[in-house]
């Protein structure tokens, strides 16, 4: 998490980088990660600081693609 309460799913969100999203979201259970949760329902609940999930921070930003990847996941 950074200071501001952010996943490395957030970041991902907020500077459009689907890749990386997708990534984020096809570990696999038990890889070693900067979270360790048990699936990836949780990581996309999870809010920053601001109370905003990833697929928020990627619609506000303005990348559709990342939020719509996110809100059918």
Do not use: F, N
């Not at 952010?6 to 999203?21: C, F, M």
């Not at 900067?34 to 609940?45: I, K, M, N, P």
Request: hydrophobic share 40%.
């Amino acid at each position: 998490l950074t200071a501001r309460r952010e996943t490395a799913l957030h970041v991902a969100a907020s500077r459009g980088r689907a890749e990386a999203a997708r990534l984020l979201l096809k570990r696999s259970p038990g890889d070693e990660g900067l979270l360790e949760l048990e699936d990836d329902e949780g990581l996309l609940e999870l809010e920053d600081d601001e109370g905003s999930t990833a697929a928020q921070v990627a619609a506000r930003g303005g990348h559709e693609s990342i939020a719509c990847l996110l809100g059918r996941h």
